[in-house]
């Protein structure tokens, strides 16, 4: 009952539990044995432990020193379960990412710069690489400012996160079937992986309730296939969007699920990959954006407010994606498990 090292924070829209990967059991099953105990898994409620009691506050971080020359600190996200024992690496978190670079400099693996701080991050789950740059004045994370984002309450410093190198991180590549459009059931689709496989649908095509949980359920599993992810029955991802026209001035309405619940807003990678997708000629929901004038970040609608993202192509590939965030520390201590 000694207690385990942790700082819990709010990442984007996200909660999550960071740990330094020597503070873990080395071995993968217990330390995920560990982690389900420190979260409250399996529990409705997670009464008994960190959680939140949903999927965008039941996540881990695991931060460790850079095992090569091109980035200062490798980042594992691990997504555990609610009411079921699950322990998944199979996405990362570009919400939790927002606070990487932070939780690096507070445990010393990384140099805070005199007024900001760029920490290259490798995403442990996908091999990319991502930078994170914020405040520190004085040498030290500033986690104050009035940069407001869609989904959280007040404001907070802002965290530009830049991402390199992300067609196809999980699938392999930026269109997995090959086609920029897709038959899944009846269903036109577009699947995308710049980052986070999504399966992009028209609202309109999947109806309405009762049997939409369903319907979801059986187009991700059959486009999981597709994408080559193989039987995705338990699996986070695929995620599941379906776009509408904008209704709020954005220019595309989402509604993300993960992988069959409604999110309250939308995954970061997730939008990035969702904004990709309606870029591409001929894609499904492509003729619903509403594109703002050029140079400007594309304004996702999601039900929690907007999500802005940058998108630079260079001839067919995707160059660079950028995504302003918020981040703050919560608490600093120690969490002790249930035994």
Known sequence: MTGVRCMLMRGGTSKGAYFLAEDLPADPEARDDLLLRIMGTPDPRQIDGLGGAQPVTSKVAIVSEADGPDHDVDYLFLQLGVEEATVSDRQTCGNLLAGVGQFA??????????????????????????????????????????????????????????????????????????????????????????????????????????????RIDALRIEAGKLMGLGDVRGSSVPKTTLVSAPRDGGAIATRTFIPVKPHPSIGVLGGVSVVTALLLDGAVGAELLRKPPAGEPIEIEHPSGKLAVAIEFEESRVRRSTVIRTARKLFDGTVFPRS
Do not use: H, K, Q
């Open 105 to 214: 400099v507070e445990r010393g693996l990384v140099p805070a710069g005199p007024e900001r701080t760029s920490v290259r991050v490798r995403l442990v789950n996908t091999g990319s690489i991502a930078i994170a740059g914020f405040a520190t004045p004085g040498g030290e994370v500033d986690y104050r400012g009035d940069t407001a984002i869609s989904g959280v309450p007040g404001t907070a410093a802002p965290v530009e996160l830049d991402f390199t190198e992300t067609e196809g991180s999980v699938c392999g590549s930026l269109l997995p079937t090959g086609n920029v459009r897709d038959d899944v059931g009846g269903i036109a689709v577009t699947c995308v992986d710049n980052g986070m496989p999504v399966v992009v649908a028209r609202a309109e095509d999947l109806g309405g309730e009762p049997g939409m949980t369903e």
